[in-house]
């Protein structure tokens, strides 16, 4: 993959703050289901979850779980690595989740590594150092709140890094996703590097985990979007490195969508990746009108974009207003024309030292390219 201007720094970043997976003398572990405060038991028990391994389940000593390599999804060949549902109003204990490794591969797109349902604990729930390599969403975050990401290394995902709906307060640092999922269609979000949808108070970096002068995110979704925001507010993206080589690096979409500074950062979608599948030269990502550095669509509004670096994307704009209207097809190269169109962003987005190739912005033209 080619990369982006800023990505020079991203090898710094990556040596200093990259996530580490579980050691080699982990101990073993079946999938981890938990609903009630009862689950949370130490090795050996015969009950309950039978995998803490410190803490007592207040908020100064949570609960520890891990280090575990998880050896096989919750189904057997699908589900979950780790499941925390509190659905049920079952878990009142804090507790932490670190230093995971997802042994297996080959499961369905939609199945997490680890996911949270309803765990609105008041103290901060952490999740640090995780690994998964061709195994489906990574983390997924259901009517969550308060949690924080650290150290997150997932590698040739079939399904999106961090997925988040209906979440509240989420921070994300020193992480690195890598997608490889082909063929999902766009509405899915199967193959993003962060989705959020209906989601406020979100810190994409922009957390004193980060390094203060390097990319601490890495999204380099090959097939998807880097980051995709719908009916999101009030997040900060700062210091990440988003590549989608066939779609785009950041999409805002929604009225509901605003609050949202995307700074310090850097999008590529420099393209193409094409297979060959039944004798036709065939593209990875979706088949979409989302394609560029950086849209704005669907009346997403009050955004501010700064000090970015949006490098020539293959299709698109570097920043654009609602969809393209057409599908650059990088393997034929033409345009096809693509139906229904986005609808323009909205009111009071503000681009302030931010360097790009092309836009369909009047009042950004001309274009301020990227030495």
Same mark, same amino acid.
């Given at each position: 993959?080619?990369?982006?201007?800023?990505?020079?720094?991203?090898?710094?970043?990556?040596?200093?703050?990259?996530?580490?997976?579980?050691?080699?003398?982990?101990?073993?572990?079946?999938?981890?289901?938990?609903?009630?405060?009862?689950?949370?038991?130490?090795?050996?028990?015969?009950?309950?979850?039978?995998?803490?391994?410190?803490?007592?389940?207040?908020?100064?000593?949570?609960?520890?779980?891990?280090?575990?390599?998880?050896?096989?999804?919750?189904?057997?060949?699908?589900?979950?690595?780790?499941?925390?549902?509190?659905?049920?109003? $079952?878990?009142?204990?804090?507790?932490?989740?670190?230093?995971?490794?997802?042994?297996?591969?080959?499961?369905?797109?939609?199945?997490?590594?680890?996911?949270?349902?309803?765990?609105?604990?008041?103290?901060?729930?952490?999740?640090?150092?995780?690994?998964?390599?061709?195994?489906?969403?990574?983390?997924?975050?259901?009517?969550?709140?308060?949690?924080?990401?650290?150290?997150?290394?997932?590698?040739?995902?079939?399904?999106?890094?961090?997925?988040?709906?209906?979440?509240?307060?989420?921070?994300?640092?020193?992480?690195?996703?890598?997608?490889?999922?082909?063929?999902?269609?766009?509405?899915?979000?199967?193959?993003? $590097?962060?989705?959020?949808?209906?989601?406020?108070?979100?810190?994409?970096?922009?957390?004193?985990?980060?390094?203060?002068?390097?990319?601490?995110?890495?999204?380099?979704?090959?097939?998807?979007?880097?980051?995709?925001?719908?009916?999101?507010?009030?997040?900060?993206?700062?210091?990440?490195?988003?590549?989608?080589?066939?779609?785009?690096?950041?999409?805002?979409?929604?009225?509901?969508?605003?609050?949202?500074?995307?700074?310090?950062?850097?999008?590529?979608?420099?393209?193409?990746?094409?297979? +060959?599948?039944? $004798?036709?030269? +065939?593209?990875?990502?979706?088949?979409?009108?989302?394609?560029?550095?950086?849209?704005?669509?669907?009346?997403?509004?009050?955004?501010?974009?700064?000090?970015?670096?949006?490098?020539?994307?293959?299709?698109?704009?570097?920043?654009?207003?609602?969809?393209?209207?057409?599908?650059?097809?990088?393997?034929?190269?033409?345009?096809?024309?693509?139906?229904?169109?986005?609808?323009?962003?909205?009111?009071?987005?503000?681009?302030?030292?931010?360097?790009?190739?092309?836009?369909?912005?009047?009042?950004?033209?001309?274009?301020?390219?990227?030495?």
């Amino acid at each position: 993959m080619r990369r982006l201007l800023i990505l020079t720094v991203v090898a710094m970043a990556v040596a200093a703050g990259a996530p580490v997976a579980a050691s080699a003398d982990t101990g073993q572990h079946g999938a981890i289901t938990i609903t009630s405060d009862s689950d949370f038991t130490a090795p050996g028990s015969a009950n309950g979850c039978a995998c803490v391994t410190a803490g007592n389940g207040t908020p100064a000593s949570p609960y520890v779980i891990g280090p575990w390599a998880i050896s096989a999804p919750s189904g057997g060949s699908s589900g979950w690595g780790i499941k925390v549902d509190n659905s049920g109003s $079952g878990v009142t204990s804090s507790f932490t989740i670190t230093g995971i490794s997802a042994n297996y591969s080959g499961v369905p797109p939609t199945d997490p590594v680890i996911v949270l349902v309803d765990v609105k604990n008041p103290a901060w729930t952490t999740i640090s150092n995780v690994s998964a390599n061709e195994a489906g969403r990574g983390v997924e975050l259901d009517g969550s709140s308060y949690i924080n990401l650290d150290q997150l290394s997932f590698n040739k995902m079939a399904g999106t890094g961090l997925y988040i709906d209906g979440s509240w307060h989420v921070r994300l640092s020193n992480s690195k996703f890598k997608s490889t999922a082909d063929g999902e269609l766009e509405q899915t979000h199967n193959a993003d $590097g962060v989705y959020a949808l209906n989601s406020a108070y979100l810190s994409i970096g922009g957390v004193p985990a980060c390094p203060s002068d390097q990319i601490c995110n890495s999204l380099d979704y090959d097939s998807g979007f880097g980051v995709y925001l719908q009916m999101t507010h009030d997040v900060t993206i700062d210091h990440a490195s988003a590549n989608a080589d066939d779609t785009a690096g950041y999409v805002l979409d929604g009225s509901g969508t605003y609050n949202v500074t995307l700074e310090n950062s850097g999008a590529g979608s420099d393209g193409p990746i094409c297979f +060959t599948l039944n $004798g036709v030269r +065939t593209h990875t990502g979706y088949r979409s009108d989302l394609q560029g550095n950086l849209l704005l669509i669907n009346q997403a509004h009050d955004n501010a974009i700064l000090n970015d670096q949006l490098a020539a994307p293959t299709g698109g704009y570097s920043i654009g207003s609602g969809g393209n209207g057409f599908f650059k097809n990088p393997c034929t190269k033409s345009n096809e024309p693509f139906t229904p169109v986005e609808d323009p962003m909205g009111s009071n987005n503000t681009f302030t030292g931010t360097c790009y190739s092309s836009t369909d912005i009047p009042s950004l033209e001309p274009a301020q390219p990227c030495k």
